[in-house]
């Protein structure tokens, strides 16, 4: 059956489905690793050193909307722990 051209073509289907997934997880990922620089950039530019904490809260943080949100407010908060969520 392995030798079938119906059981490559499902497998090689497979495959690129496989990839497909692959490359926009890896892009999501990207996008969040981008957001999450630049926030720590800026804020590190404007608020200091964030605390271990706070760094490790931010780190694990993979939600695109709310890291976004909190590099928004990055410039209208005083410390890092005056970001909503943190």
């Given at each position: 059956?392995?030798?079938?051209?119906?059981?490559?073509?499902?497998?090689?289907?497979?495959?690129?489905?496989?990839?497909?997934?692959?490359?926009?997880?890896?892009?999501?990922?990207?996008?969040?690793?981008?957001?999450?620089?630049?926030?720590?950039?800026?804020?590190?530019?404007?608020?200091?050193?964030?605390?271990?904490?706070?760094?490790?809260r931010?780190?694990?943080?993979?939600?695109?909307?709310?890291?976004?949100?909190?590099?928004?407010?990055?410039?209208?908060?005083?410390?890092?722990?005056?970001?909503?969520g943190?």
């Open positions: 059956m392995r030798e079938s051209d119906t059981y490559r073509a499902i497998l090689e289907e497979r495959i690129e489905v496989g990839r497909e997934q692959g490359i926009e997880v890896g892009r999501e990922e990207g996008i969040v690793n981008g957001v999450l620089r630049s926030l720590l950039i800026i804020g590190r530019l404007r608020l200091g050193e964030p605390t271990p904490e706070v760094l490790r931010l780190q694990a943080e993979t939600d695109l909307e709310r890291l976004e949100q909190w590099l928004r407010s990055v410039t209208e908060v005083e410390s890092w722990t005056e970001h909503p943190l």
